[in-house]
């Protein structure tokens, strides 16, 4: 078995265009090396297994042998030292990049997004686990999605972590010093990892995928330097420069405070990828428009957040404007809408931005956050409610903000139990596990003849609007008469 698992791999590596030919040899001997053995031999008949087999029964041996425990985590970063050993080195990726990219943008994304899943670093296995579905709003058909790619770690792993020395390599999981790195308990293992390094801003960036794809082509565009997220005039160039180079991809940028912003704040980065989310596909509600720029399209979005949307050819242009909206919001106070700029020093106001290339025109939507909380909403004023959070209670990022619900992992055991509770009329409240729902399903079950048949049906529809509601609670100004007049009144003191 590890002699067919060692041939395959090798087979597989050279299949998908990690190795040559001529590599053969030399890739069995370093697989050897990773397993501490000294003996192989090829087998005669052609291996018939899939990748995920391989790397299973490769650590399996290793557990059998004593090489690593017996745990997701420490299978994980060894099974990504055998898929190191057939990576290609950085300046090959580099180059075979430069080259599709000498055709087109969009083959130098295919080939480098291939890339990345035949390498294992985008595990496609786990991504396939993922539950994924979509709900009709009058907003649009918004995303909802289960994440069961990214593992939990095992107790041994998390025990063992205590006794991991602190290090200050990488700095932190988005530094270019992740390229090659071998992982440890506290760190992903990135020996099959590689980054295209780009320029955007006059700056060097590097460009890689997300392990945990969340939709297609999920990008991750990052700052060679380790350096803040900041939302500034900077951040709306260096957004349509990346467009410039890739107008097939959006690119946008998380907050830069707590509780609107992403989970990563130490290290200024971007998301994006070939994906067309409900928010780029809204209409625009009401045009505007800005004094000193006529040139320029406006617009407020029919979204359930607040976002306006510009529209230019010149990318320039964008920026500018981009810039006098942001300096415009973070220090606006209106008082009747609840909009505070700071309170006690503390900023509150901040944009999450989107480019995109729409045509011959750069687009850009700019959507208003504020992070104030009260004693009654403690987590954010502008933020999911208590009574959502069964369902989702953590930040409202970037992906969110476009439409796609990334949920805990959580929710599909629960969904399962509800599900058996409510056809079975068993009593939602006796299970501590899905006791935080009795109340959400109350509020909606009288709505349906319930049967075996509908009930998941019934439970994703529900889903999908309580996200809808979610997206809501997170806009600044409400999509009523008096959120409307509110916003205009921002926008007329610009």
């Not at 980054?195 to 990008?219: A, F, K, R």
Request: glycine letters at 6%; hydrophobic letters at 40%; aromatic letters at 10%.
């Amino acid at each position: 078995m590890i002699n067919d698992s060692i041939c395959f791999l090798v087979e597989y590596a050279l299949k998908n265009g990690l190795i040559e030919k001529s590599d053969r040899i030399y890739s069995v001997n370093r697989l050897l090396e990773v397993l501490g053995l000294n003996d192989y031999k090829a087998p005669r008949e052609p291996v018939k297994m899939t990748l995920t087999e391989a790397l299973g029964n490769l650590c399996d041996y290793a557990v059998s042998q004593g090489l690593i425990e017996d745990s997701v985590v420490y299978r994980d970063l060894f099974d990504t030292k055998i898929m190191g050993a057939l990576t290609p080195r950085p300046s090959e990726v580099i180059a075979a990049f430069n080259k599709q990219y000498s055709v087109s943008p969009e083959m130098a994304t295919d080939y480098f997004y291939k890339f990345s899943g035949d390498t294992n670093y985008i595990r496609r296995d786990r991504i396939a686990r993922d539950v994924k579905w979509k709900t009709d709003t009058e907003y649009g058909q918004i995303d909802i999605t289960i994440n069961l790619s990214k593992p939990e770690k095992d107790p041994k792993a998390i025990a063992a972590a205590k006794n991991v020395k602190a290090s200050g390599y990488p700095k932190c999981a988005l530094c270019r010093e992740n390229e090659g790195y071998a992982g440890n308990v506290n760190a992903a293992a990135r020996q099959n990892h590689r980054i295209i390094p780009i320029t955007i801003n006059d700056s060097s960036w590097g460009l890689q995928y997300s392990p945990y794809v969340y939709y297609n082509e999920h990008c991750i565009c990052f700052n060679f330097k380790h350096t803040p997220m900041k939302i500034e005039r900077a951040t709306f160039r260096k957004l349509l420069d990346f467009v410039k180079l890739f107008p097939h991809y959006f690119l946008g940028s998380n907050a830069d405070l707590p509780i609107v912003g992403g989970s990563i704040l130490s290290h200024d980065h971007f998301q994006g990828g070939r994906y067309e989310f409900a928010m780029a596909k809204a209409p625009i509600e009401k045009a505007i428009g800005f004094t000193g720029f006529e040139d320029v399209s406006a617009g407020i979005v029919k979204w359930p957040m607040s976002v306006i949307r510009l529209s230019c050819k010149n990318a320039d242009r964008l920026t500018e404007l981009s810039d006098k909206i942001l300096t415009a919001w973070r220090g606006y106070t209106d008082k009747s809408a609840f909009i505070f700029s700071q309170t006690d020093g503390e900023p509150h106001n901040t944009i999450t931005p989107i480019a995109r290339k729409r045509g011959e025109n750069f687009e850009i939507d700019l959507v208003l956050r504020n992070n104030i909380t009260t004693a009654e909403h403690p987590l954010g004023v502008f933020h999911p409610h208590a009574e959502l959070h069964n369902i989702k209670k953590e930040n409202i990022g970037l992906i969110e903000v476009m439409g796609l619900a990334v949920l805990p992992a959580r929710l599909k055991s629960e969904l399962a139990a509800l599900a058996d509770y409510i056809v079975n009329k068993k009593d939602i409240r006796s299970n501590p596990d899905i006791e935080k729902h009795a109340n959400w399903v109350e509020g909606f079950i009288g709505d349906y003849e319930v049967t075996e048949d509908n009930i998941n049906d019934i439970l994703r529809e529900q889903v999908g609007k309580t996200f809808k509601t979610v997206l809501e609670h997170a806009g600044v100004y409400k999509c009523t008469d008096e959120g409307r007049a509110a916003f205009m009144r921002f926008i007329d003191s610009i």
